[in-house]
């Protein structure tokens, strides 16, 4: 498979951070089925959950794949003025991050847009996230996609 030329891939190249390219024999939207289709675990998996608060405002929130976000710590993170987080619409997904659901990386996303990673993904020392493309997915270290994304870490994963 030739690397497609996604808005993330070309972030990574642009930052001169080493991936590796997993294709996929078929589109994925899941965790569970990129975890399959790479051969790898879900546990190394970044899932990118976009919120939107009552006032229209986004934030990315990542946890790892065999995680959930939770929605009331993501908020304790930002600004006062931001009030309930509810999970954002396909619609809304696709027009902030320029990704269909389901293969949405946190790279390459608005300045207006802060990203919160849960710190479990700090633990990490590889990941994986999707490359933009449902056809695959790429694996590199947790620190550098941490950098390269500007995230900040905090407990945001449910708990239990």
Not at 107 to 120: C, K, Q, T
Request: proline share 7%.
């Amino acid at each position: 498979m030739s690397i497609p030329q996604t808005k993330v891939i070309k972030i990574l190249e642009a930052h001169h951070i080493p991936y590796r390219l997993l294709p996929h024999g078929e589109p994925v939207f899941t965790v569970e089925a990129a975890a399959r289709q790479r051969g790898v675990v879900k546990e190394e998996m970044v899932k990118s959950i976009l919120l939107r608060d009552r006032d229209s405002r986004y934030v990315m929130a990542c946890v790892l794949g065999d995680a959930r976000v939770n929605p009331k710590a993501v908020r304790t993170c930002l600004p006062q003025a931001w009030r309930r987080l509810s999970f954002a619409s396909g619609e809304e997904i696709e027009a902030i991050t320029g990704c269909m659901q389901g293969a949405v990386a946190p790279l390459g996303l608005p300045d207006h847009v802060p990203v919160i990673f849960d710190e479990a993904v700090a633990c990490c020392e590889k990941v994986n996230i999707s490359s933009g493309d449902p056809m695959a997915g790429l694996e590199l270290k947790a620190s550098d996609l941490i950098s390269a994304s500007g995230a900040r870490l905090a407990p945001i994963a449910e708990e239990g």
